[in-house]
């Protein structure tokens, strides 16, 4: 290819007829006109607003293929080479291509291989090393797969030979192996044995002794730092998420036979990446936690270790009970001081053996930050109470006695730990009565709670202290005082206020109203002036009050047209907020409750089918409102168990398969559902860290009791 200027035909180019992450690509020429330029520092910021507009977070649009050629050029003529071809190697990379047929980045990436390609013979090392990453990126086999194997030959440069071999065995995995059999000898350079370790991975091939042994001799891996290939930059977690995710039992053996021999490494650093890796293990395996547990507790061998250890520990909960006395020593340590060390321990503790754990933190509550957030929050998603303690009421009541003290979430913590020992914590209601004016949501819960079941005494001074914030305003203490005793006029009062003055607790208010039923009909009337209407916001936050809002209207009303109406409005906004999924879940739920009434929306809800994340929320909408007979349930529910294997909406999958009934699977369909009940690999695998294994094991008692009721036969 004859190299001409890298910017000649930029301005000519019809730049605003594209489109890239953030509109029109008309500020293109300007960016790439700066990363040309000899100003570095301008340069560093046109590259990462390039990063963000044609390959954000990822994504390529039809803009990314017209500044192929631009870019390619520019680094052709050695300017920021290194750096270019990292992002043109990205672009070739992805497979999430927006507004542009399919293919079409990968394509122009192609048409500059003339360019690219002689630059795996460059001067510099980091030249080579990313033009072998980009190279192998556009998937062009016929064309790229020679020249790699040319450099792999000519090659001197480990690191270089490295990514060569990476390159080679994307393209053709039989080839990589081939050559990494011939660089798995310790003599070779470390950061080449390591290439050979996943070329091998690549080519599906056995895990041998013979890899084993040579991924221990290469711990600590990071070590090798920058030298390892682009995607392995942790390349034990990698080696034992490659393993893991071939799902079969004799590589998970393997995996978790490496990551044991490297938790009882006689070296920290060794261990510390173990442990890495182990988390991600138990991230994805259901049977890594079990397996792994003795090596994690053999790791634990000082003051540092038992606190890295502790984060891992507390995630796998009770099921790491075993491993709690290498907690212990240090959760109890220095009860009287601020520690953040016997913190984290102490947090670990509180999930993995509440018990043990109950007395220490009424010793250092106050102190103990993290663990009081822990017992707070304890075991979510499934909303089990932290275990009764007598000492831990005591120092409860004694914290809440001061509540001008208190700051932050502790108000939350603190009485939300009473909230779930309910009567148990009645010697506490003094405290929380006078904690009421100043925390009026949190403690307001709490009365609730406890009260409900308490002694008559209990619960008629609950009333009066709830009625007398309610009567100043008081939204929490109305809403608790209708849900001890069913008294609803002032509730009914805060709600209308809320409504006029516009709160910013707009869906928690018409959520509220909706409890009340008929009691709030004549909020109905502030429920329909609140209504955004078919030209409104379309923010989530606006979406959302409109959901509620319609649920209330139809609570309170019996009107299904006005309801049905809102949310029609809901469907047509959100499909201008590309952010708007969880917004059309909630309103597909919503309509789930309208039964019949709620069939006009019924194309609204097939319009979501095509989406994973939303199909649960319309299939459960639809049993609910369409006609049964045009419903196609053995489809549906292929489309909610696909739902369920992507990880879309797990949870949702499994009350839209309730809500189909066994006569709705076929024989595949309970295959698929009992994999997903009792395989290996997690189905939850992303979200908040601390919650991910619990939140696949609440996923799998779920899926497996709607296993039991699909295949248990009916009782004559």
């Avoid at 080479?81 to 190697?89: E, F, K, N, S, Y």
């Avoid at 091998?200 to 990071?222: I, K, N, R, V, Y």
């Avoid at 005082?481 to 509730?491: N, P």
Wanted: charged residues 20%.
């Amino acid at each position: 290819m004859e190299l001409v200027h890298p910017l000649d035909g930029l301005d000519g180019h019809p730049w605003s007829s594209f489109s890239h992450a953030y509109g029109s690509a008309e500020d293109l020429p300007d960016l790439l006109r700066t990363l040309a330029g000899t100003d570095e520092g301008a340069g560093d910021e046109a590259l990462s607003e390039l990063y963000g507009c044609v390959l954000h977070q990822g994504t390529v649009y039809a803009a990314s293929a017209e500044a192929v050629p631009f870019l390619a050029r520019i680094a052709a003529v050695g300017h920021r080479t290194a750096d270019v071809l990292m992002l043109l190697g990205g672009m070739a990379e992805s497979d999430d291509e927006h507004g542009v047929v399919p293919g079409t980045v990968r394509a122009a990436v192609v048409e500059q291989l003339p360019l690219i390609l002689p630059l795996l013979a460059a001067t510099e090392r980091e030249t080579r090393r990313t033009a072998a990453w980009a190279a192998s990126h556009t998937r062009a086999t016929a064309r790229v797969l020679p020249a790699l194997r040319t450099r792999w030959n000519e090659e001197p440069e480990p690191s270089v030979r490295a990514e060569v071999l990476a390159g080679i065995s994307r393209l053709d995995p039989s080839a990589g192996a081939a050559g990494a059999a011939t660089v798995l000898d310790p003599s070779q350079p470390a950061e080449l044995r390591m290439a050979a370790v996943f070329a091998c991975l690549d080519a599906d091939g056995s895990w041998t002794e013979s890899h084993h042994t040579t991924m221990l001799s290469l711990l600590p891996a990071d070590a090798l730092g920058s030298d390892l290939a682009f995607e392995r930059n942790e390349p034990l977690a990698a080696v034992v998420e490659k393993l893991l995710s071939r799902g079969r039992d004799a590589d998970r053996e393997a995996a978790f036979a490496l990551l044991d021999a490297a938790l009882r490494d006689g070296r920290a650093d060794v261990r510390a990446e173990a442990l890495w890796a182990a988390d991600r293990a138990c991230m994805l395996s259901r049977s890594a936690p079990r397996r792994l547990l003795a090596g994690l507790r053999a790791a634990a061998v000082d003051e540092n270790a038992v606190v890295a250890v502790s984060s891992l520990l507390g995630r796998l909960g009770t099921a790491a009970a075993s491993a709690a006395d290498v907690l212990v020593p240090l959760a109890g340590r220095n009860p009287e001081q601020d520690d953040d060390h016997a913190d984290r321990a102490l947090a670990a503790l509180v999930l993995v053996a509440p018990a043990q754990a109950a007395p220490l933190l009424s010793a250092g509550l106050g102190r103990r930050p993290r663990a009081l957030d822990a017992a707070a929050g304890f075991r979510r998603p499934t909303d089990s109470a932290f275990p009764y303690d007598g000492e831990l009421l005591d120092a409860l009541r004694h914290r809440l006695s001061q509540p001008e003290a208190l700051s932050g979430n502790e108000p939350g913590q603190l009485t939300s730990l009473l909230a779930g020992w309910g009567a148990r914590a009645g010697a506490a209601l003094a405290e929380l009565h006078m904690m009421l004016p100043h925390f009026p949501a949190q403690a307001a819960r709490a009365i609730v709670a406890i009260a409900s079941d308490g002694t008559p005494g209990e619960r008629a001074q609950a009333v009066t202290s709830l009625r007398t914030e309610a009567e100043s305003g008081s939204l929490p203490a109305a809403k608790a005082l209708c849900e001890l005793v069913g008294e609803h006029t002032l509730l009914a009062d805060c709600l209308d206020r809320e409504f006029r003055h516009g709160g910013r607790r707009l869906t928690e208010a018409a959520a509220t109203a909706g409890t009340l039923g008929p009691r709030a009909a004549a909020l109905a009337s502030a429920l329909r002036e609140a209504l955004s209407g078919p030209d409104g916001d379309t923010t989530t936050p606006a979406l959302d009050a409109d959901v509620a809002l319609a649920e209330a209207l139809w609570r309170i009303t019996g009107d299904a047209a006005t309801a049905v109406a809102a949310l029609d409005s809901v469907f047509a906004r959100a499909a201008r907020n590309s952010w708007s999924q969880w917004s059309l879940i909630r309103a597909a739920r919503t309509t789930a409750l309208f039964g019949a009434a709620g069939r006009p929306l019924t194309s609204r809800l097939e319009a979501l089918l095509d989406h994973p994340t939303q199909t649960p929320a319309a299939v459960l909408a639809l049993t609910s409102v369409a006609e049964p007979a045009s419903l196609d349930r053995t489809t549906l529910a292929a489309a909610v168990l696909r739902s369920a294997e992507q990880e879309a909406d797990p949870s949702g999958a499994c009350d839209a398969l309730e809500a189909l009934g066994v006569r709705a699977l076929t024989a595949d369909h309970l295959c698929r559902l009992t994999t997903l009940a009792d395989g290996d690999a997690r189905v939850i695998r992303s979200g908040v860290v601390d919650r991910i294994i619990r939140e696949d094991e609440a996923f799998r008692s779920r899926a497996r009791a709607l296993l039991t009721t699909f295949t248990t036969p009916a009782v004559p």
